[in-house]
């Protein structure tokens, strides 16, 4: 070894390489970490599932009716309110995941910052909402094969998926890395592809259009149905954006966590501006808002894809089955995310003693089996997409987790919030912190409050979608029915407990178990200065 190499390892910060408190930890909010996770997550895996992982039926779909709905211009700036709220979540869960990467993530901060049965509340909502995405997107894969064979049942395809599924269970973590990164790769060559694609058409470079401009943010406008419109984007922008916090929950099992999750973490930013904010912005200029085909736009109806309407539109015979492929890659890869979102909450929860036992249980292998066969056993209920009347069962099963993303949004910033708070108030230097959410406490506050707006924002669309709807029972609850049972859990576990304390006390939370904070030697070595010259490298390593 060089002296060059000695020279620089004593330059660096010192990780705690083992947790406090690791060798059977019990608490009341941390549980106790069995610690047979495998850590086979490797940064490359981490990256895709952040830049990849979110990218589904959400945005290849749902974006249509969320332009139908609110015009180019609302799609946009909708995408672009929960994306920043999104941003600021991903750095405030990022420096939770790196100082503790523990089993159960946010669920496992939200109890110790926050609130245990808060945080009881979150994490079931949070399992159940994967649960019940899963039977949704096999019956989703089913319906975009019915794009080239219409004659098959999708009973025949929910089948088929749900065993491919069960084999990729079989590598464990493994498996659930290696199939993210090579779907999510697809994904993002098709992102990429359709931005040149559409620059091209609306170009007049191919198709009978001609040159189409920013003809259609004129006529019919930029704007569609008022408020009403611009609130229902925020219910479609949150369920496409749904899943980008695995990230964090895959601290636990990731090989170099303090790496892997800040790289990760700041990958959203590409991706809210590249392959959402862009795609949309382009699709908007290429498809006119007044396009009824885009009403139906929602679910797994990839024939009515905003996406595939416009490459039809075009003119061009190939893409759409091309691009109807990428659709159905997208809807497997969302439904292998479920399995492993709602199996390592589930786990986390059972250690804890807030679920069943038996599903704390993990084999040799890395493996909540138990939770597994929990989460296999749900996408049965795909089923029900060839029942009669079975859809309208699956709607409300779906409904329960309509506003779940919002819910652990906010209380992951709150947690973060409630965590710098102990911090200060136990007198702790935040230079021990590894990785620090660039706008500290005050970007979480801001994601905090931009989750409250996008929720009072759903809650005016469920009572009134349209500028001349009237309140209705039944559609307001297939909107908002993920509140009252959130609110119903969190009253469960405070009568259950007899623990009816608002928050947890800042001097009671423990901040030393399951941490790995920097050890300083001679901290006055790491202050980087700030001055105006090097202002524009710290707002770059802020966040790339």
């Known amino acids: 070894m060089s002296d060059t190499t000695v020279e620089k390892k004593a330059e660096e910060p010192v990780v705690s390489p083992h947790p406090y408190n690791a060798s059977g ?15 086979d997550l490797r940064s490359r895996h981490m990256q895709m599932i952040a830049i990849g992982g979110a990218i589904g039926a959400g945005l290849f779909i749902g974006s249509g009716s969320a332009l139908y709905k609110g015009g180019p211009a609302a799609l946009v700036i909708g995408y672009i309110i929960v994306g920043v709220m999104l941003l600021f979540t991903m750095q405030a869960l990022a420096e939770l995941a790196v100082l503790y990467p523990v089993n159960g993530a946010f669920y496992t901060y939200v109890v110790r910052f926050v609130d245990p049965s808060w945080g009881f509340a979150m994490g079931w909502d949070y ?20 794009f080239w064979r219409p004659d098959l049942s999708v009973a025949i395809w929910v089948t088929v998926f749900l065993v491919i599924l069960t084999l990729i269970q079989i590598f464990g973590v493994r498996g659930y890395g290696e199939v993210e990164f090579i779907l999510s790769m697809i994904k993002i060559a098709a992102c990429t592809g359709f931005i040149i694609l559409g620059i091209v058409i609306d170009c007049g470079g191919v198709g009978s259009q ?39 929950l895959a601290a636990a099992e990731s090989a170099n966590p303090r790496k892997a999750i800040p790289m990760a973490s700041k990958q959203v930013f590409f991706r809210i501006a590249f392959f959402y904010i862009i795609n949309l912005f382009i699709l908007g200029l290429i498809l006119p808002n007044t396009d009824d085909r885009l ?18 539109d075009a003119g061009i015979s190939v893409l759409p089955s091309i691009f109807n492929a990428v659709i159905t ?8 995310s479920c399995t492993f979102g709602s199996t390592r909450t589930m786990q986390a929860m059972a250690e804890r003693g807030m679920a069943p036992k038996f599903l704390s249980y993990v084999d040799k292998a890395g493996r909540p089996i138990w939770c597994v066969c929990v989460q296999l056993a749900f996408g049965l209920l795909g089923y029900l997409g060839v029942a009669q009347d079975g859809l309208d069962v699956f709607n409300w099963l779906l409904a329960l987790s309509g506003l779940s993303y919002f819910f652990v949004w906010g ?17 702790r230097d935040l230079r021990e912190i590894p990785y620090r959410h660039p706008l500290g406490i005050w970007g979480s506050s801001i994601a905090l409050g931009l989750n409250f707006v996008c929720l009072i924002a ?3 669309n469920a009572l009134y979608p349209s500028p001349d709807a009237t309140p209705d029972a039944a559609t307001f609850f297939q909107a908002y029915l993920a509140a009252p049972i959130v609110i119903a859990l969190y009253l469960f576990w405070k009568i259950w407990s007899g623990n009816w304390r608002m928050w947890v006390k800042l001097s009671d939370i423990d901040l030393n178990a399951g941490a790995r904070p920097l050890e300083i030697e001679d901290e006055d070595e790491y ?18």
């Open 527 to 544: 202050i980087v200065k700030k001055t105006w010259g090097n202002l524009p490298m710290r707002m770059l390593r802020a966040f790339f």
């Open 295 to 312: 009403a139906n736009a929602s679910g797994a109806n990839s024939s009515y894809s905003p996406f595939v309407l416009a490459i039809q």
């Open 127 to 146: 399992a159940i909402a994967w649960l019940t995405v899963l039977p949704f997107e096999l019956i989703a894969a089913g319906i975009t094969i019915e």
């Open 210 to 248: 001609g040159y189409i401009g920013a003809k259609y943010w004129y006529e019919p406008g930029a704007f569609k149905n008022g408020f009403n419109g611009f609130a229902g984007v925020f219910v479609v922008a949150a369920f496409a954006f749904g899943g980008t916090e695995l990230v964090g």
């Open 411 to 427: 209380s992951c910033c709150l947690a973060h919030i409630r965590f710098r708070l102990a911090w200060k108030a136990q007198g």
């Open 329 to 336: 890659i997208s809807v497997i890869s969302v439904a292998n």
């Open 458 to 460: 759903t809650f005016y």
């Open 25 to 39: 930890s019990r608490d009341e909010e941390v549980g106790t970490v069995n610690g047979v996770l495998h850590t």
